[in-house]
């Protein structure tokens, strides 16, 4: 690396300025403008909507989901547009309709869970979930993209695929310029965090979700 010299000092502090900068952090905020909340357009400001599916859904005994939760902490209003059994496929189809009618500031979404227990393939989720993430910024939307948390007991027979897609959906965030919230990484093995069926989060693992949502945003 190369350092410049101002008065016979090398000017570290502003090397290194740049490269966090160009660098970003876990929100995975710039990259052609997807993540940038100043421009939202004629977005409601105050609106985040939040598309998954039975995770994000809710009413699986894990208390409220993360996006109320989610509203409660950012003060924002957040429409939970999500539903039990909703692949990549179905929440691209659908988002353009939501964008255009709701105009949200930001977009919520954590995708895949369902397309990897019905074998629907890696690609074919990356490529819905990068439809998803360039509607949003043809709406001047910010994506916020989230990995998925680990499957556990009766479902650790996907584990190895959900860490594949995992892996995509960073590089997937990366190279689109959308904001990442990696909940694979936040609840670790999953353990105290997910209810027994090894697949929903439990309370702490909902709060936890909000948290990690608010923190992207």
Known sequence: MKFFKLAGIVSCVSVLTAMLGSVGCDNGGGGGGGGDLSDIGDNNANLYIALGDSTTDGNNGGGAPYPPRLASITGKSVNNYSHQNESTGGAAGKVGGILASAKPAACCFMLGAVDI????????????????????????????????????????????????????????????????????????????????DGLHPNEAGNQLMAEAFADAL
């Open 117 to 196: 227990i019905n074998n629907y393939g890696q690609e074919n989720a990356i490529n819905n979930l990068r439809s998803i993430i360039q509607q949003c910024k043809a709406n001047k939307t910010v994506p916020v993209i989230a990995t998925l948390p680990p499957m556990l007991y009766s479902h650790s027979r996907f584990d190895g695929a959900t860490k594949s897609l995992n892996s995509a959906i960073r590089g997937l965030a990366s190279s689109e310029g959308a904001r990442l919230v990696d909940l694979e990484s936040k609840f670790g093995s999953g353990e105290g965090l997910i209810l027994g």
